[in-house]
Structure formats: C-alpha cells, structure tokens
C-alpha cells in the first residue's frame, strides 16, 4: 500500500504566502511524478502544478509566476511553496503520487488539505 499525506494548508492573507508538503510512503520501486491539484467550491479538480522525477515542471497559467513546485527524492516529498496568493486561490489542495510498482504505475492521492485566502 501506498500513503499520500499533505501538509501546510491554512488561512493566510491576499499577496501571503503559504508552503504545503505532500509525502508520499509505502511499498513502491520509484515516483514517476507528484502533482499538486486543487477544487474550490462547484468547481472541477485542476492541475496546478506536477513534477517529474527527473524535476521537470508543468503549472497551470494561474499559477505561473507565484507557485513553485519542487521535490526531495530521498525523502519521497514534494513541495508547493505558493506566493502571491489571491483569493481565487482558495480550494481544497490535494497532492498525488504515480508510483511504479514493479512494472506497474499506479496513481495515488492524498486526503486533501484546505488553504483559504482571505482579503
């Protein structure tokens, strides 16, 4: 089994910042790649931003800019240190983890965790 565990989320300031951690434990050969998404209230699960092993990056235009992702492979862990923040920033962050188990990839997700951002 697999665990996804974040960390980090809370209630900050407009132009604040806010760093969440997500990691990723259990019986696994490698993580291919870790993303961070997020879900406001009525809206739809979006990728903000996803890195690779190899520490390649994608983020979301919203984000570009304000958010960096970033990962610690010894310790399985990624990081989403986010600046900037606007209200429209606020949602329901959930991390996950797409890990190779022998030859087979298997995605999991952690339980969330809340980050508001107030005026």
């Known amino acids: 089994q697999v665990q996804v565990v974040e960390s980090g989320g809370g209630l900050v300031q407009t132009g604040g910042s806010l760093r969440l951690a997500c990691a990723a434990s259990?019986?696994?050969?490698?993580?291919?790649?870790m993303g961070w998404y997020r879900q406001a209230p009525g809206e739809q699960r979006e990728l903000v931003a996803g890195?690779?092993?190899?520490?390649?990056?994608n983020y979301a235009d919203s984000v570009k800019g304000r958010f960096i992702i970033s990962r610690d492979n010894a310790k399985n862990t990624a990081y989403l240190q986010m600046n900037s923040l606007k209200i429209e920033d606020t949602a329901v962050y959930y991390c996950?983890?797409?890990?190779?188990?022998?030859?087979?990839?298997?995605?999991?997700w952690g339980q969330g965790t809340q980050v508001t951002v107030s005026s």
């Open positions: 259990g019986s696994f050969n490698s993580i291919l790649v």
């Open positions: 890195i690779g092993n190899g520490g390649d990056t």
């Open positions: 996950n983890a797409v890990v190779l188990q022998g030859w087979t990839r298997s995605t999991y």
